[in-house]
């Protein structure tokens, strides 16, 4: 693999394919976003598909089209249920390991927020698709970062925080609205941008909120830590920006950007 599009998945976690299968109901996922791109012919790239929720839910499709799961992780891609027309295959998305043009439609739901060079994942996503096919590819805008009213010194934490990260590891939370330019730069035409609200917190969040994004920031302590120095400025920051959370005044958003692209040449 060529180390300079080498990634590592910061939320991995032995409670990770958990936290992954309950953020989606994957039959209302399907239904609600990609039902309408699929037929009985139809060939599905799943890149970065977690415990393979969405891929399993494509396959009891009626018109059982035929679907390939990738994951980096091999733990995950040998807990994905293999079946007739379901085949998962441990594979970096920098990376994908099939030849060009061999997919009908190719989608993938929270992984470019993680990926370090974000245009070569779409740039690998464009290849394998087929002339005609069409690009599904699914993010979150704005996350740990919207509030108001604003605590300005919070504020300057969390996005000093953030900017590390993302400098680290290469996750972006404002991924989603870059999202457009990297399909228009890739070539793929016809696009389509949907936004709609994804985490909407006003007022007192509510105790299964609060233990979520709790769990969620537990396992960025370790990069907090490098970032501030010690492991208690890390569980200060996430005590902060979890009680402000808790008043009963604020307001917390992030968007959901879905978008779509048809590969013409």
């Given at each position: 693999?060529?180390?300079?599009?080498?990634?590592?998945?910061?939320?991995?976690?032995?409670?990770?394919?958990?936290?992954?299968?309950?953020?989606?109901?994957?039959?209302?996922?399907?239904?609600?976003?990609?039902?309408?791109?699929?037929?009985?012919?139809?060939?599905?790239?799943?890149?970065?598909?977690?415990?393979?929720?969405?891929?399993?839910?494509?396959?009891?499709?009626?018109?059982?089209?035929?679907?390939?799961?990738?994951?980096?992780?091999?733990?995950?891609?040998?807990?994905?249920?293999?079946?007739?027309?379901?085949?998962?295959?441990?594979?970096?998305?920098?990376?994908?390991?099939?030849?060009?043009?061999?997919?009908?439609?190719?989608f993938s739901r929270f992984l470019i927020e993680?990926?370090?060079?974000?245009?070569?994942?779409?740039?690998?996503?464009?290849?394998?698709?087929?002339?005609?096919?069409?690009?599904?590819?699914?993010?979150?805008?704005?996350?740990f970062l919207n509030h108001y009213p604003v605590?300005?010194?919070?504020?300057?934490?969390?996005?000093?925080?953030?900017?590390?990260?993302?400098?680290?590891?290469?996750?972006?939370?404002?991924?989603?609205?870059?999202?457009?330019?990297?399909?228009?730069?890739?070539?793929?035409?016809?696009?389509?941008?949907?936004?709609?609200?994804?985490?909407?917190?006003?007022?007192?969040?509510?105790?299964?909120?609060?233990?979520?994004?709790?769990?969620?920031?537990?396992?960025?302590?370790?990069?907090?830590?490098?970032?501030?120095?010690?492991?208690?400025?890390?569980?200060?920051?996430?005590?902060?920006?979890?009680?402000?959370?808790?008043?009963?005044?604020?307001?917390?958003?992030?968007?959901?950007?879905?978008?779509?692209?048809?590969?013409?040449?």
């Amino acid at each position: 693999m060529n180390k300079c599009y080498a990634t590592h998945y910061i939320m991995e976690s032995p409670t990770e394919n958990n936290r992954l299968a309950c953020k989606v109901n994957p039959h209302s996922f399907v239904n609600k976003y990609l039902i309408n791109y699929i037929s009985k012919k139809s060939t599905i790239l799943d890149v970065g598909c977690g415990p393979g929720n969405i891929s399993q839910a494509l396959g009891m499709l009626p018109n059982m089209p035929t679907v390939v799961p990738i994951d980096i992780s091999t733990k995950r891609i040998t807990e994905v249920r293999k079946s007739q027309n379901i085949s998962p295959v441990a594979a970096n998305a920098y990376e994908i390991p099939f030849k060009s043009n061999s997919f009908d439609f190719v989608f993938s739901r929270f992984l470019i927020e993680y990926m370090k060079n974000p245009n070569r994942m779409i740039s690998e996503m464009y290849r394998v698709c087929k002339k005609d096919g069409r690009l599904f590819i699914q993010d979150l805008d704005g996350q740990f970062l919207n509030h108001y009213p604003v605590d300005t010194q919070l504020q300057k934490r969390v996005e000093s925080f953030l900017d590390f990260l993302r400098i680290e590891t290469g996750f972006d939370p404002n991924i989603g609205r870059k999202l457009y330019k990297y399909l228009f730069s890739n070539g793929f035409k016809n696009i389509n941008v949907e936004v709609e609200a994804y985490h909407k917190f006003f007022g007192k969040i509510s105790n299964d909120d609060y233990l979520y994004l709790s769990n969620k920031i537990d396992v960025l302590i370790p990069y907090m830590t490098k970032y501030f120095g010690s492991e208690q400025e890390a569980n200060k920051l996430k005590k902060d920006y979890l009680d402000y959370l808790l008043i009963e005044e604020t307001f917390t958003f992030s968007n959901l950007i879905s978008v779509t692209g048809i590969k013409v040449t």
